[in-house]
């Protein structure tokens, strides 16, 4: 893979999410931690000084749980709650001040984000909510920012602007100076009526000219491998400074994130950070089937977002 | 007031213009005429919309009837249609209207079916009403260039 690194580009995940270790502890709302991965993880953050963890659920099971994972009783407040007033339980939390962002563990992800929707929480805004992941690909030597896998199923050219307004904000918090942002599609060129995600990604390119993201860079439309690889986009004559050097990812649909992510994770398994962005809070909303290490970086990711 | 009429006659040359002619004897401007063959080769129906009063239209209709190509003159007036029009609209593209473009599109369920760096062509098959909304809506945009087909129409099925 032919790679070119930009002196100010993101390279190390882990490097940049060890930053939220040098901040103060913050209050994280975790919502039925019941399994291994997440209590692993929430452990880990605490007993690094990343969150003071509000562990809501049954009482009983949860001092079973924080006790088989040897986490000190001082880093945690266990929150009782039955499974009938879990979720509004949690989300009170958060509007009574007691903590600062949150986390699902064994919930359904539609029901969990379907209660803190509820504006009385004061969780949701105005601002549209997407999925920002975060995945590092070592031979790209480049950490990548990438939405939206997970929320937004099909959105259209106005749902792209908020997911790509959330994604630069998401962008200058972790410390992106030079944000490369890549409208991906299947080919470089638009093809109608066929393919529209390339249409939305050539528009959006223009539309950037406007101004109204910021300082950034915006291309497109991309394959996947001429928005990561200067090479194959040389070799396809591709120009431009985001050609082949793209630190952001705007995918079309949430097939094409999902499938994105569960590449990395499952296919290379590495590890990945994800968050829902876009609600007075970062929420982070791991798979079920995720492993300790994504969850744990995913509240990493969240805290530096705070 | 507008009318609705649909023609069916003989595709044969010459045929058109009689027609116009026919309007043109009662003083009726033609508001939009769309021809094009039906499911007999031989045979074009023309759906056309005119302005007029009632009085002069029953002589336009009379003298229709009259022309030897025609073989059925269909009135719409008071009873149900299906009527689509179909518009091609070219709109400059400024970098600052194009979310307004694409949401105006969404709205009115119209497709860009061309675009390059300076303009996109969007098309939409829909109701005179609302191809004249989205006409109007674009208006601020910048319309470059605009083809309508004119009104087509058959009868509502619920007739039958």
Request: net charge neutral; with cysteine.
């Amino acid at each position: 893979m032919d790679v070119e690194k930009y002196d100010d580009d993101l390279y190390n995940m882990q490097f940049v999410l060890d930053r939220s270790l040098k901040l103060d502890p913050a209050r994280l709302i975790v919502v039925r931690p019941y399994d291994a991965a997440t209590m692993k993880a929430v452990g880990i953050a605490a007993r690094n000084g990343i969150v003071h963890p509000f562990l809501v659920g049954d009482r009983k099971r949860l001092k079973e749980e924080t006790a088989r994972f040897n986490i000190d009783p001082e880093l945690f407040t266990i929150v009782d709650a039955g499974d009938d007033d879990l979720l509004e339980r949690a989300a009170s939390l958060y509007r009574d001040g007691e903590a600062e962002f949150i986390m699902k563990g064994m919930v359904g992800t539609a029901l969990f984000m379907h209660v803190l929707l509820d504006p009385r929480w004061k969780i949701r805004t105005e601002n549209l909510w997407c999925h920002v992941g975060m995945l590092e690909i070592p031979e790209t030597k480049r950490v990548f920012l990438m939405s939206d896998g997970a929320i937004n199923i099909l959105p259209n050219f106005s749902r792209k602007m908020l997911i790509i307004k959330n994604t630069v904000e998401v962008a200058r918090k972790i410390g992106m100076r030079k944000i490369r942002i890549a409208m991906l599609a299947a080919v470089e060129k638009v093809k109608l009526p066929a393919m529209p995600a390339t249409l939305d990604a050539f528009l959006m390119k223009k539309f950037s000219k406007t101004g109204f993201f910021g300082d950034c860079e915006i291309a497109g439309p991309f394959a996947l491998d001429n928005a990561i690889d200067t090479g194959k986009a040389v070799a396809k004559g591709i120009v431009g400074t985001v050609a082949g050097m793209a630190n952001v990812l705007i995918v079309p649909n949430v097939e094409t994130g999902n499938v994105i992510w569960k590449t990395i994770t499952c296919l290379q398994n590495r590890s990945a950070a994800g968050v829902v962005v876009g609600g007075n809070c970062p929420i982070v909303v791991p798979s079920r089937s995720d492993d300790y290490s994504t969850k744990l970086l995913s509240i990493q990711f969240a805290r530096l977002l705070l | 007031m507008k009318y609705t009429m649909s023609c069916l006659v003989f595709n044969r040359p010459g045929v058109l213009v009689k027609i116009a002619q026919s309007f043109a004897k009662e003083n009726i401007n033609i508001y939009s005429l769309a021809a094009g063959e039906t499911e007999e080769e031989d045979k074009s129906r023309m759906t056309i919309v005119v302005d007029a009063d009632q009085d002069l239209m029953d002589k336009a209709e009379a003298r229709l009837k009259e022309i030897e190509e025609v073989i059925q003159v269909h009135d719409f007036q008071g009873s149900e249609l299906i009527s689509r029009e179909l518009l091609l609209i070219r709109i400059r593209i400024k970098a600052e209207y194009i979310p307004q473009i694409l949401q105006i599109a969404e709205l009115f369920n119209a497709q860009v079916i061309a675009v390059s760096e300076m303009s996109m062509v969007l098309s939409l098959s829909a109701e005179e009403q609302r191809v004249n909304g989205m006409v109007r809506m674009l208006m601020p945009m910048g319309i470059q260039e605009m083809s309508r087909s004119g009104k087509l129409a058959v009868g509502s099925p619920e007739q039958e």
